[in-house]
């Protein structure tokens, strides 16, 4: 029988989620073949809804898909990201992002069947944002899912902590949610190795319209372009918020136009996103391995459209509403490799809206590939998620907007 949104809000309430099946309701909901249909057109045959949590993470939202979908082709979740980036299944990333369903901060992550890859794994997950984005990692994302599927029941909930693994395209993320209640409480990620190559730092990029700019980029999980707000005479306060949004967006297209990079052990080519920092600082602490603690506070700089420099009314993005998992991953990682920060040393990341993650590098590691090896550190990032509403995301079939749309009051362009 299919979970509807009156079912998923009575199990959300309900102590005892050891007596519902949600491997068996998943399984029928998410897994549906179509024989030789494309995705998106087959889907009809599933009734034409998506059962999805809503959450959010430091302020930033997550659509959390756990039902509905078909099945994704795929022998690893690298392939299966690739798949859905094809416009039939990229279908339903507008579905849910675009308007009238979505908005221009929402983002979607599509839960699926592990591949066995990774034998410890609970589920697969892929991510889906603006602008045809699909994150191979996402730290405010899997904390939103992490809280959904053990406050649905999916995965069964073990006080005072619950620990089990999610397979993404960057790879094996383990989760340890501290729950309390019933409820996830706070949520922390081991997230995958991130690095900054002595090659990515102090590099010059020339931005039209504003002059040579010093960036460092970064991988946490996306290729990050790290910029000192300071030097540009940025303040990261809300009021700014446009601003900064045009400047990031514009810097951010440049490097990736004019600094290429790639991860060493999969395709995942150039900067996806910008992140600009600022009052970083040392402060005494009593939590922790150590005595002080590194703070600091950014302004995550994301797509909501195609940038074209000969359309300046497309020069804008939007802004990451929280400290961001894998931006404070990177900006760790960057830290790091400039002396900055220690092993075991906490990492206070404060978002545009006064939100805050906490990372910590936990050890040193090498990725070695055929061309390089490249030092880089494994980094937790904890924070907190919360839900706020159950829906099924449905498309009629005489709905005249399926894959939604984009108007140029609140999109940074009408094309992806």
Same mark, same amino acid.
């Given at each position: 029988?299919?979970?509807?949104?009156?079912?998923?809000?009575?199990?959300?309430?309900?102590?005892?989620?050891?007596?519902?099946?949600?491997?068996?309701?998943?399984?029928?909901? *998410?897994?549906?073949?179509?024989?030789?249909?494309?995705?998106?057109?087959?889907?009809?045959?599933? #009734?034409?809804?998506? !059962?999805?949590?809503?959450?959010?993470?430091?302020?930033?939202?997550?659509?959390?898909?756990?039902?509905?979908?078909?099945?994704? /082709? +795929?022998?690893?979740?690298?392939?299966?990201?690739?798949?859905?980036?094809?416009?039939?299944?990229?279908?339903?990333?507008?579905?849910?992002?675009?308007?009238?369903?979505?908005?221009?901060?929402?983002?979607?992550?599509?839960? @699926?069947?592990?591949?066995?890859?990774?034998?410890?794994?609970?589920?697969?997950?892929?991510?889906?944002?603006?602008?045809? $984005?699909?994150?191979?990692?996402?730290?405010?994302?899997?904390?939103?899912?992490?809280?959904?599927?053990?406050?649905?029941?999916?995965?069964?909930?073990?006080?005072?902590?619950?620990?089990?693994?999610?397979?993404?395209?960057?790879?094996?993320?383990?989760?340890?949610?501290?729950?309390?209640?019933?409820?996830?409480? !706070?949520?922390?990620?081991?997230?995958?190795?991130?690095?900054?190559?002595?090659?990515?730092?102090?590099?010059?990029?020339?931005? /039209?319209?504003? #002059?040579?700019?010093?960036?460092?980029?970064?991988?946490? +999980?996306?290729?990050?372009? @790290?910029?000192?707000?300071?030097?540009?005479?940025? !303040?990261?306060?809300?009021?700014?918020?446009?601003?900064?949004?045009? &400047? +990031?967006?514009?810097?951010?297209?440049?490097?990736?136009?004019?600094?290429?990079?790639?991860?060493?052990?999969?395709?995942?080519?150039?900067?996806?996103?910008?992140?600009?920092?600022?009052?970083?600082?040392?402060?005494?602490?009593?939590?922790?391995?150590?005595?002080?603690? &590194?703070?600091?506070?950014?302004? $995550?700089?994301?797509?909501?459209?195609?940038?074209?420099?000969?359309?300046?009314?497309?020069?804008?993005?939007?802004?990451?509403?929280?400290?961001?998992?894998?931006?404070?991953?990177?900006?760790?990682?960057?830290?790091?490799?400039?002396?900055?920060?220690?092993?075991?040393?906490?990492?206070?990341?404060?978002?545009?809206?006064?939100?805050?993650?906490? +990372?910590?590098?936990?050890?040193?590691?090498?990725?070695?590939?055929?061309?390089?090896?490249?030092?880089?550190?494994?980094?937790?990032?904890?924070?907190?998620?919360?839900?706020? !509403?159950?829906?099924?995301?449905?498309?009629?079939? *005489?709905?005249?907007?399926?894959?939604?749309?984009? $108007?140029?009051?609140?999109? *940074?362009?009408?094309?992806?």
């Amino acid at each position: 029988m299919r979970l509807v949104t009156s079912e998923l809000h009575h199990l959300a309430r309900t102590s005892t989620r050891t007596a519902f099946n949600s491997r068996t309701w998943y399984s029928r909901a *998410s897994t549906q073949k179509f024989a030789s249909k494309p995705a998106f057109e087959g889907w009809g045959a599933s #009734g034409r809804r998506l !059962q999805c949590v809503d959450c959010h993470a430091g302020g930033e939202p997550a659509r959390v898909v756990l039902g509905g979908l078909p099945t994704v /082709p +795929g022998r690893s979740m690298v392939e299966k990201r690739l798949r859905m980036m094809e416009p039939d299944f990229d279908a339903f990333r507008k579905l849910l992002l675009l308007e009238p369903r979505g908005y221009p901060c929402q983002n979607a992550n599509f839960v @699926i069947p592990p591949t066995g890859c990774h034998p410890t794994a609970a589920y697969g997950v892929v991510i889906a944002e603006q602008g045809h $984005v699909y994150p191979a990692m996402s730290g405010h994302n899997l904390m939103c899912v992490a809280t959904a599927l053990l406050e649905t029941g999916m995965v069964r909930m073990v006080e005072p902590s619950t620990d089990f693994d999610l397979e993404t395209p960057a790879g094996l993320v383990s989760v340890r949610a501290e729950c309390k209640h019933g409820k996830v409480v !706070q949520v922390t990620l081991r997230n995958v190795a991130s690095f900054c190559r002595p090659a990515d730092m102090d590099v010059e990029i020339d931005v /039209p319209e504003v #002059g040579k700019v010093t960036v460092d980029v970064a991988y946490g +999980g996306m290729f990050y372009a @790290i910029v000192d707000a300071s030097t540009l005479g940025l !303040q990261l306060l809300p009021k700014h918020g446009r601003e900064i949004c045009r &400047l +990031g967006e514009m810097i951010k297209t440049a490097c990736r136009e004019q600094h290429p990079v790639n991860h060493p052990e999969f395709d995942y080519p150039g900067c996806d996103i910008l992140v600009f920092t600022g009052n970083q600082r040392r402060e005494a602490t009593q939590t922790g391995p150590r005595t002080t603690r &590194l703070c600091g506070k950014n302004a $995550v700089v994301m797509s909501n459209g195609s940038l074209r420099w000969d359309r300046p009314e497309t020069w804008t993005g939007m802004l990451d509403r929280s400290p961001c998992g894998t931006g404070t991953s990177a900006v760790m990682a960057q830290l790091h490799a400039r002396g900055t920060l220690a092993l075991e040393e906490d990492f206070v990341h404060e978002s545009i809206v006064g939100t805050h993650f906490t +990372g910590r590098l936990l050890e040193e590691v090498l990725i070695t590939s055929a061309s390089e090896s490249i030092k880089a550190v494994v980094p937790t990032i904890s924070g907190r998620a919360w839900i706020t !509403q159950y829906c099924d995301v449905v498309c009629d079939p *005489s709905d005249p907007f399926p894959e939604g749309y984009l $108007v140029g009051d609140i999109w *940074s362009g009408t094309d992806e």
